[in-house]
T-cell receptor, first 113, second 111 residues
Framework: DVKVTQSSRYLVKRTGEKVFLECVQD?????MFWYRQDPGLGLRLIYF???????EKGDIPEGYSVSREKKERFSLILESASTNQTSMYLC????????????FGEGSWLTVV | KQEVTQIPAALSVPEGENLVLNCSFT??????LQWFRQDPGKGLTSLLL?????REQTSGRLNASLDKSSGRSTLYIAASQPGDSATYLC??????????FGQGTILTVHP
């Protein structure tokens, strides 16, 4: 079975801190994604990577950056956390250009105080 | 910009009923459509994927249809069970697996 692992399930950070959310997949997938999920707004794409060191902005990239130094690992970085970044963050991965199942991790609940 | 709408927002049914969840999208230029299930506080589990060239997919008690030209998909759940209670999300893939999601339907199946 495909496994997408998000290293932290629950985090509490202070405003202004730099925050790293880590995601690892074990199926050699080219594509990796970071979404955030908020009540009333649904899931929204933050960043997408289709290969090592390649990245593309999603719908809401402001305040975030990403790093993909190895194929299996995709990190989301909040450069200076703010309270409006309190959310559930979901990592996902998939194989190939399109038409393939997308696998999600269990999610990381981030609270910024 | 692609928009995905799911109706109803919430549904409560007695165990054993057959039910239909609806999903519509505004731009028919999609590669595929996926239905996901999400349990409270958890990630998403893929249920069914329908390629843009397909009309339907089946898995056990689940059947999903796709009418790309009209921008509609339905998820049919047969003989519902309390364990089916969850939020069901549909999402369309516009390229590379970049998904646009609907808001979801919260399903409650009571014994």
């Amino acid at each position: 079975d495909v496994k997408v692992t998000q290293s932290s399930r629950y985090l509490v950070k202070r405003t202004g801190e730099k925050v790293f959310l880590e995601c690892v997949q074990d199926m050699d997938h080219e594509n990796m994604f970071w979404y955030r999920q908020d009540p009333g707004l649904g899931l929204r794409l933050i960043y997408f990577s289709y290969d090592v060191k390649m990245k593309e902005k999603g719908d809401i990239p402001e305040g975030y950056s990403v790093s993909r130094e190895k194929k299996e690992r995709f990190s989301l970085i909040l450069e200076s956390a703010s309270t409006n970044q309190t959310s559930m963050y979901l990592c996902a991965s998939s194989f190939g250009y399109s038409g393939n199942t997308i696998y999600f991790g269990e999610g990381s609940w981030l609270t910024v105080v | 910009k692609q928009e995905v709408t799911q109706i109803p927002a919430a549904l409560s049914v007695p165990e054993g009923e057959n039910l239909v969840l609806n999903c519509s999208f505004t731009d028919s230029a999609i590669y595929n459509l996926q239905w996901f299930r999400q349990d409270p506080g958890k990630g998403l589990t893929s249920l069914l994927l329908i390629q843009s060239s397909q009309r339907e997919q089946t898995s056990g008690r689940l059947n999903a249809s796709l009418d790309k030209s009209s921008g509609r998909s339905t998820l049919y759940i047969a003989a519902s069970q309390p364990g089916d209670s969850a939020t069901y999300l549909c999402a369309v893939d516009t390229s590379y697996g970049k998904l646009t999601f609907g808001q979801g339907t919260i399903l409650t199946v009571h014994p």
